[in-house]
């Protein structure tokens, strides 16, 4: 099953790039701005019908300055996915679902050093809709042909 992801949070490139390393403290997983904009790398699944694995979008959540002290102080152990969840919103847009930049989301710590899983608030939105619902191997294909057909040369 493709996945596709996201290195940075969408409110990196708000940062002029000549600022980018006074300002942003980026790691694998974390993001922090300016010491007061928090964002934790996550992963949406979306269950595939008739499939054993979801397709997986590597997302961006920002999250308050509290459970992002929490998510951090949690993250290293091997068991941790009795912490949280947590509540942020989502940081990234995402092909080719209209406006998914803020959208409410749960941010679940996994056990095994999985990255976090993502639940967005279940909305009518049509991502949220086909997290919940979960799409055919034909839609999987339609979205693996718009990512890789719409990527700069």
Known sequence: MPSFGADVPLS????P??????RV??????????GEMFFVRGC??????GEDEPLSRGVWVSLSEQSF?????CYEPRHRSHIGPFSGWLNAWIKPYPDTVSL???VQLRDDGLRPYIELEPTDHPLAMEQRNGISVERVAEIYSIMMHERPA
Not at 17 to 22: F, G, L, Q, S
């Open 25 to 34: 403290r980026l790691g694998t997983d974390e993001c922090v701005i300016d």
């Open 69 to 73: 002290a929490t998510w951090k102080a």
């Open 17 to 22: 790039a000549e600022e980018r390393k006074k």
């Open 44 to 49: 949406i699944e979306i269950p595939v019908h």
């Open 12 to 15: 990196y490139f708000r940062v």
């Open 104 to 106: 409410k989301t749960m």
